[in-house]
């Protein structure tokens, strides 16, 4: 796990409550990644992830990160940190994505595992945690995947997160609180937030519809009636095609071979369609009937849903049908603050850098 010295600094910030730093990466030291990111030996053809800061960047070494390097594959490598549980505390997953081939269908998000994975072993079935990042296939889907397990289900969330399908770097922070509750962030902005209970189907229902209850047979829940004086009119029924007056029978017309003629039918404009007595407000009305609830006896609150026991593995399992996306400044942490000031360190950083350096500063607003 990396520690850099700008982090040790930010560290220094916090006083003497230091914030717990479960992993980092940055890949600082050249090819020595590839020793603590472990290649999946599940299928034999996984596409090679490569070291590199991309055709653009704000710091050539800085912007150093794995870029998917080979088109239409999966990627299964993983990294491994000691293991944690997020019991009482809050767990912050961060990490940049950089999609600098104008993806056209592909995952950019990372899979948490327990700390017992067989990483050689991990593929796309492998039980995990959480699933978090960014999702593009086409020009429907562009979403940000928040996908947690519980008791042994992946449940995904039940709000439209949106992603960004650019080609610069952006910073995808995810963040689960002990009371419950979470929060989306995308280059350390807000973009979703709520409750797990509320977010995820992890529980049944609080309410049921109660299954004694039954409408009353004379409930009456028609706002209208037919008005009885009403009459449909003795000239209301009129075919709704009629032979076309105009008409002729052709002059080559033989009955014996073609049949008898029979003139072509058109529209009547004087059909008026179906006849329907006038309505009234009907004095018996009594509103829609609702369905009575009551409490759900399979509900049962549970004050875990945000924990996870044995958090141990971080990997890259996913498929690109146009490679060339860079994943970079991994964070898991229990600190948000800590997370924000890294996030500014790292990503921000260089982004500033390079929209002032590389695009110069009358481009800046159209594409930050």
Not at 34 to 55: M, P
Not at 238 to 259: L, R, T
């Amino acid at each position: 796990m990396e520690m850099l010295l700008p982090l040790l600094l930010l560290c220094s910030a916090f006083g003497s409550t230091q914030p717990a730093v479960y992993f980092t990466e940055q890949f600082k030291d050249g090819d020595a990644w590839e020793s603590r990111w472990i290649e999946s030996k599940h299928k034999s053809d996984y596409g090679k992830f490569k070291l590199t800061a991309g055709k653009f960047y704000g710091d050539s070494e800085e912007n150093k990160g794995i870029q998917t390097s080979q088109d239409a594959k999966f990627y299964a490598r993983s990294a491994k940190f000691q293991p944690f549980s997020n019991e009482g505390k809050t767990l912050i997953i961060q990490f940049t994505v950089k999609h600098e081939q104008k993806i056209d269908c592909g995952g950019g998000y990372i899979k948490l595992f327990p700390a017992d994975v067989d990483q050689e072993a991990i593929h796309g079935e492998t039980e995990y945690y959480v699933m978090f990042g960014p999702d593009i296939c086409g020009y429907i889907t562009k979403k940000v995947h928040v996908i947690l397990n519980y008791k042994g289900k992946n449940h995904l969330i039940k709000k439209e997160i949106t992603c960004k399908d650019d080609e610069l770097t952006h910073l995808y922070t995810l963040i689960l609180k002990p009371d419950q509750t979470y929060e989306v962030k995308i280059d350390n902005e807000k973009v979703g937030s709520g409750t797990l209970e509320e977010d995820w189907d992890f529980l049944p229902a609080k309410k049921i519809k109660d299954p004694e209850a039954k409408k009353p047979e004379d409930w009456d829940d028609r706002e209208t009636i037919d008005d009885e004086n009403d009459k449909k009119p003795e000239d209301w029924d009129k075919p709704e095609n009629i032979p076309d007056p105009e008409a002729k029978k052709p002059e080559d017309w033989d009955d014996e071979m073609d049949g008898e003629w029979e003139p072509p039918m058109i529209p009547n404009q004087e059909y008026k369609g179906e006849w329907k007595p006038g309505q009234l407000k009907n004095p018996d009305f009594k509103g829609a009937w609702v369905h009575p609830e009551i409490d759900n006896p399979e509900y049962a609150p549970d004050d875990n849903m945000y924990k996870f026991q044995n958090i141990g593995v971080i990997g890259l399992d996913l498929w690109q049908v146009k490679s060339g996306t860079i994943f970079d400044n991994f964070l898991i942490t229990d600190d948000e603050k800590y997370a924000e000031e890294f996030g500014n360190e790292t990503w921000q950083k260089t982004k500033v850098r390079y929209l002032l350096v590389e695009v110069g500063m009358s481009k800046v607003h159209t594409i930050s």
